[in-house]
C-alpha cells in the first residue's frame, strides 16, 4: 500500500494538470529506507510529448546526487498518461528500474466519467505489474 500526505497527493495531480497536453513526470524522495514520501521532486519531460516522457540524463543524475547527498531514495516515481487510463504501459515498464518504488500514474484523461483524472499506485519489478491500494492522510502520524 502507497500511504501519502494529501499535500503531496495535490501536488502530483496539479503537475499532471498544469503539464497537460503533455506528459508530467517527477519523483517523490524520502529518508533511505523508510518507504514514506516526503520531498516533492517535479521534473522536465525531455521528451515534452503528450504520449511518452523522459528524465533529462543531466537533470536525473543531479537528483541522484542530491538523493544520496541527503541520505534518501525514490520512494514514488510518477508520471501522467494523458489520454488514456492510468496503467503501466509497455514502454512505462521498461523504464521501471526502481524495485523498490512506488509507480504512480495519473490520467488527465476523462477514461472512466469518475471525473478528470485517475491516481493509481503499481510496483513493477521484473515487468511484472501490481496495483496498490493509496491511502491519502492529512500527515504522517
Sequence with gaps: MLTLTKALHDRIVEHAR????DEACGVVAGPA????PERFIPMLNAARSPTFYEFDSADLLKLYREMDDRDEEPVIVYHSHTA???YPSRTDLTYANEPGAHYVLVS???TDDAGPFQ???FRIVGGE???EEVRIVESYA
Design 33 to 36: 529506507g523508510s518507504g514514506r
Design 18 to 21: 498544469q503539464d497537460h497536453p
Design 84 to 86: 488514456t487510463e492510468a
Design 129 to 131: 505489474v501490481t496495483e
Design 119 to 121: 491516481f493509481r499506485s
Design 108 to 110: 488527465t484523461a476523462d
